[in-house]
């Protein structure tokens, strides 16, 4: 299976994280390719 990238912007909030968490139980499936994180 071919990876899917994937941009994530906002990674410290709920939606980032959460994003993160499922990449990173599955890394065979995703591969991070832009990741963004802000101040507000």
């Known amino acids: ?3 899917k990238r994937v941009a994530i912007a906002g990674s410290s909030g ?6 993160i968490e ?3 139980a ?3 499936n ?7 994180v802000g101040s507000s």
């Not at 709920?14 to 994003?19: A, E």
């Open 1 to 3: 299976m071919t990876q």
């Open 14 to 19: 709920s939606i980032g994280t959460q994003t």
């Open 22 to 24: 499922v990449v990173l």
């Open 26 to 28: 599955e890394p065979h």
């Open 30 to 36: 995703y591969r991070v390719t832009a990741l963004a």
